[in-house]
């Protein structure tokens, strides 16, 4: 079919946007990037040009606004048509009180949501103004819900990545690092869990998303549009490679060159498969840092789409002023540009670095009465226009997002004029953040004003997103932690699973009323059918019996998500550590971590890794502990409606057993209620009532719950048996799930099992005791392994950027004469990472043999050593040429990969700096498989596995 085009006859009535995020300066440690303000006049000149452009200027949105750019950009783009870039985006993000940010009910205002430069008229240069990620997250959410057509979000800046590549990070002007593993970004937005989420919920016919940003590569990583959704994303360059900041002058190299595709006229409209070959071809001459080739990277979920016209296509006919397709009033009608208002805007473009701010907003004012002159002239909208809607926040559990945002579009609350009198925003932010934000609600109202040098520093707004009106977590065990010692909550550290004296700061000012279940769904073990397991099995019985009975005689590798991120996750890890064999849950993590890491978010990402088959097959050996509705999804054969984009014929099939020990989840829907939100507060706990009332009886309404796999409501309150059209009864699930389920899990209050359950998993996960034990016998340096790059020393060092402040680590000389023990080049125990790697750099080697077999005795007794948590994680990693290894007799080998098997469990990851000591059967593979490490050699990439094995036991971070 033809590409996509926003100026065709039958997109000219949608709604288009594109919204362009330029951050220039930043107030912490990173350098300012002067060019990112003539990268957003590039842009802003590339979608908008009057031939080639595929957008009009009404339809840009700028952050910061342009008029506020430093680099004097051309007035007229960011805040054209109504759009007031940075802050209230159309409006949309205001409650019915006209309340912006985080005032929700008419309760008090939150905290400063981000503004430009304070003081009086500011003398020469005008300063970068800041940009805030609440206001970048409002716009996207607002593009979310508005656009019909074409959706373009462009963003130039710094990005940061955590230490295993995963996990991108849009940085703003105060983004900062800290020192904490769970939390490690500060005032940044993340690609996998902020922004792609977003943008995979748009009603937008054709999303486009662009980075100019160092690692925006790494973004493809989490790329997951939603299923038959049309999405394409370009970077910069490829996964793991940083690019230079350019020129203030011309822009970032890549920018720059963009800009040149989509202006210089093509004979045929440039497609987005075009401008990836062209960018390409003129990147190809250049490098990014440290040398590395620099190659813009692209992934694309549908057909193809239409960036730019050919320099002689005509301008798009003025149609008639009628109301967009969907539009639910009068009040977005869209006006075309025509010569007369494209004039005044180029000769401001033009005069924008000759003039000060003064003139350029007085000039701007006068395009904008000779708009509203025109459009007085050709007559006003006909119709009564509807007023602005009572806004409804709903915060719910990312494992429910999608599907409880399909029912709040789907809300029928319109007037007798067709007009909406209800709006429903859902949003959601990861469960433990949910509850502590909750616990301490004041803090929405009233901030911290500053936070510890950790940067734990409990931010609502930040961390959850606005004040909500209602809360939908996935199981009633969130509603009971967040309550726990008091109504509406209370301010117990222990209990909210933050884990660290101070994180509830504040007081609770909210009452947590629980109306009732909109639907319901059992956490449910999902067994490959290729796995041999009693059908007796499927019901009632523990999970650590069926566990048990699976791993007997087969390999397989028990997953669930990040319990941090969904409550289902959460409630599988309690059952799992209860069920552990050795009750510890640094077993269970590091046996998670060694066959995936980064564990994803919630269930349906850990589906759609497994299902790209990329993992060693990993997905015909996994049992996956994920909600019931996830699992039958995820079998439905090809082609069937319901089944996730991304689902593959790499993933097999899965039969669903339900633990007894795991609660289903009840998905309660939760009235908030704001203490001094007086303001339309009758209407509002009115329209909250509907909506529940709604959602939990309206046959639409439980049909957008039954079409996801979820179960409804019955009459008695409970789960309802399937029904016919329901995804559980389709002859992909026929076999796989049951219909008749018992209700799983106790009835009693969960809140201290789970507060201990999370309190373990972040044991389990850090901070860490690591120590190198580093081969410095001559046939390192004979063999060119131990100096310069991909050489023994730089490795270690460059692999303890993974390494904080918490972690105890060292690293140890393994060549000393015979009966001496292994000397200490760094002492194990806390040290500064910068003191570590200078003695690392400038170690030397010694005219001994590498004692490797007594080196490792000392290192694990180290690392098991002293009064340690039981669930701190441990890790030994030897670097050597494998020259060594040989001296190690085959009797003593055996003892110590027993020895390493022992617990407390210590990961060995061996570095072999020449082939062989990674072979199947030899030594290296044998530590590593005792272990739970890892056996690196040439063949693999060295330098990043290992930096990503120390950063699973540090608490360091990588940019």
Known sequence: MPPYDARGEENGRKRHRAVLIGVEHYTGTRNDLPAVATNLRLMLEALTAERTGVLGPDDLVVIPADGDLAGGGPPGGGSTGGHTPGGSIDGSDMDSSGTAGGDTSGGP????????????????????????????????????????GLLVVYFAGHGIVRPDGSDLNLMFTDSRVTRDRHHPFVDTLSWRDDVMPELRNSRADWVVVILDCCFAGNALRAFSPAAGQNFALLTAAE??????????????????????????????????????????????????????????????????????????????????????????????????RSSAQALPRRLLAALAHRLTRTTAVALAG??????????????????????????????TDPDLKSTVQKAADAYPKRDGDGCRTVGVNVYDAKATDAVTALRSSSLWQEPPATCPASGDCPRPQRDVGAQPDIWIPAAGSAWQRATAGGAGGGNA???????????????????????????????????????????????????????????????????????????????????????????RASTVEQGMAQALRPMPSTARELM????????????????????????????????????????????????????????????????????????????????????????????????????????????????????????????????????????????????????????RYRGALGPGRVLYLLDNSTSMADKRVWDGTGGAKELVARSMTSLGAGDSYGVRMAAVAEGRPATDLVPFGPNTRAGAQKA????????????????????????????????????????????????????????????????????????????????????????????????????????????????????????
Not at 246 to 264: M, N
Not at 294 to 320: K, N, T, Y
Not at 564 to 571: H, K, N, S
Not at 642 to 659: F, I, T
């Open 239 to 336: 996964p793991g490679v940083e690019i230079p900041p350019g020129d203030p002058r011309t822009g970032t190299e890549f920018t720059a060159a963009l800009h040149r595709l989509l202006t210089t006229g093509e004979e045929e409209p440039v497609t987005f498969t075009r401008t990836v070959a062209g960018i390409r071809r003129a990147m190809a001459p250049l490098k990014a840092v440290d040398g590395h080739p620099w190659i813009p990277d692209e992934l694309r979920h549908g057909d193809d789409v239409v960036l730019a016209h050919p320099v002689d296509a005509e301008p798009p006919p003025p149609p008639s002023p009628t109301l967009e397709e969907g539009a639910p009033s009068a009040v977005t009608t869209r006006w075309p």
């Open 109 to 148: 205002q939150g905290a400063d949501m981000g503004s430009g430069p304070k003081g009086g008229t500011p003398k020469g240069p005008a300063p970068a103004p800041a940009v805030d990620p609440l206001r970048v997250r409002a716009a996207l959410a607002a593009a979310r819900r508005d656009v019909t």
């Open 366 to 395: 006068v395009v904008a009465l000779a708009a509203a002159g025109a459009w007085y002239l050709l007559g006003a909208p006909s119709g009564g226009d509807c007023a602005s809607p009572l806004e409804l926040r709903v915060l």
């Open 608 to 759: 759609c890794v497994l299902a790209d088959g990329a993992h060693n097959d990993l997905e015909d050996r996994a049992a996956v502990l994920v909600p019931e509705q996830t699992l039958a999804q995820f079998n439905l054969s090809a082609g069937e409606p319901g089944r996730p984009g991304c689902a593959s014929e790499a993933l097999a099939h899965r039969v669903a057993h339900y633990p007894s020990d795991v609660p289903m989840l009840d998905l309660p829907f939760v009235r908030v209620t704001w203490a001094g939100a007086d303001r339309d507060a009758d209407a509002r706990t009115a329209a909250v009532e509907d909506f529940y009332e709604w959602l939990a009886t309206d046959p639409d309404a439980q049909k957008c719950f039954t079409d996801d796999g979820f179960r409804g409501v019955g009459e008695k309150g409970g789960p309802a048996a399937p029904a016919d059209d329901s995804v559980l009864r389709s002859e992909d699930n026929t076999t796989a799930v049951r219909e008749q389920i018992p209700v799983t899990g106790p009835d009693a209050d969960a809140s201290a099992s789970l507060s201990d359950t999370l309190s």
């Open 840 to 959: 690392v750099a400038g170690a030397g080697t010694a005219a001994f043999d590498a004692r490797i077999a007594a080196g490792l005795d000392a290192a694990l007794g180290t690392l098991r050593g002293e009064a340690t948590g039981a669930e701190q994680p441990r890790l030994l990693v030897l670097v050597t040429d494998g020259e060594d290894f040989e001296a190690v007799a085959e009797k003593e080998q055996k003892r110590l990969v027993a020895e390493a098997g022992k617990t407390p469990l210590v990961r060995i990851v061996t570095v072999s700096l020449q082939d062989g000591a990674c072979t199947p059967g030899r030594f290296g593979e044998r530590l590593a498989d005792a272990s739970g490490g890892r056996c690196l050699d040439p063949a693999d990439d060295i330098a990043a596995e290992l930096a990503a094995e120390v950063a699973r036991t540090g608490t360091g971070d990588a940019e």
């Open 493 to 583: 550290s222990s209990v909210t699973g933050s884990g660290k004296p101070g994180a509830d700061a504040g007081r609770s000012v909210v009452d947590l009323d629980r109306l009732g279940s909109v639907a319901y769904t059992p956490m449910v073990l999902g067994v490959p059918d290729t796995m041999a397991l009693a059908q007796s099995l499927q019901t009632d019985d523990p999970l650590g019996t069926i566990v048990t009975a699976l791993e007997a005689g087969q390999p397989v590798e028990i997953l669930r998500p990040d319990p941090e991120d969904t409550e289902g996750a959460l409630l599988a890890t309690d059952a799992l550590y209860a069920s552990s064999g050795s009750g």
